[in-house]
């Protein structure tokens, strides 16, 4: 059973430009989260989906982010116009949702650099 | 608001001893899920040891144990006979479920083991 995989591993993108950071889950997990990790920080929650539906949403910046978790495919974490500040180490993780306080299982992250 | 606390940025041990990672929190709710998260340069977050808040026993995973302080809301790592390879990042978070699984973590304790 392959763990979460996230890809791609290193992402430079210039201001101004799209990123699209894409996350498998395990297989038969149903539940997906984004974190970010800022340097020297610690992981900070962005949102929470299951498939084809947000959850919470509650991390997430109001403007220039987005997720989905489509029916067929990874979990996408998509940011429009990155700006410097933009720059981390984005984390995904999933559980398979059933029983109270199940795991997550993190994958290893995509390091996002904008210059 | 729900927040996890870890008051040592740096911790150093020599190999074979023991050292203690502190972790406090604070949430209102009663029943909840802690854990030690090791996070080594390859960024990959690794489960160290969980915590059902509802059990008084302390859990331990070989080298690594707890001590669990839930009037205190305390959660601290103990690692016995340290080895070179425990060297990494060391994220205690807690997880509630208020209608989503969302870990809060705190901001890391980077510990190094010296030969």
């Known amino acids: 059973n392959a763990g979460v995989m996230q890809n791609p591993r290193h992402l430079v993108r210039r201001r101004g430009q799209e990123a699209r950071l894409r996350c498998s889950p395990m297989k038969g997990h149903s539940h997906v989260y984004w974190y970010r990790q800022l340097p020297e920080e610690g992981l900070k929650f962005m949102v929470y989906?299951?498939?084809?539906?947000?959850?919470?949403e509650s991390g997430m910046p109001k403007e220039r982010f987005s997720a989905e978790f489509p029916k067929e495919g990874p979990s996408i974490l998509r940011i429009q116009q990155v700006v410097r500040g933009d720059s981390a180490a984005y984390f995904c993780?999933?559980?398979?949702?059933?029983?109270?306080?199940?795991?997550?299982?993190f994958g290893q992250g995509t390091r996002l650099t904008v210059v | 608001a729900q927040t996890v606390t870890q008051s040592q940025p740096e911790m150093s041990v020599q190999e074979a001893e023991t050292v203690t990672l502190s972790c406090t929190y604070d949430t209102s709710e009663n029943n909840y899920y802690l854990f030690w998260y090791k996070q080594p340069p390859s960024r990959q977050m690794i489960l160290v040891i969980r915590q059902e808040a509802y059990k008084q026993q302390n859990a331990t995973e070989n080298r690594f144990s707890v001590n669990f302080q839930k009037a205190a809301k305390s959660f601290s790592l103990k690692i016995s006979d340290s080895q070179l390879g425990d060297t990494a990042m060391y994220f205690c978070?807690?997880?509630?479920?208020?209608?989503?699984?969302?870990?809060?973590f705190g901001t890391g304790t980077r510990l190094k083991v010296l030969a």
């Open positions: 989906l299951q498939k084809e539906n947000i959850i919470d």
């Open positions: 993780a999933s559980s398979p949702g059933t029983g109270y306080a199940t795991e997550a299982f």
């Open positions: 978070a807690f997880m509630v479920f208020s209608g989503t699984y969302k870990y809060i």
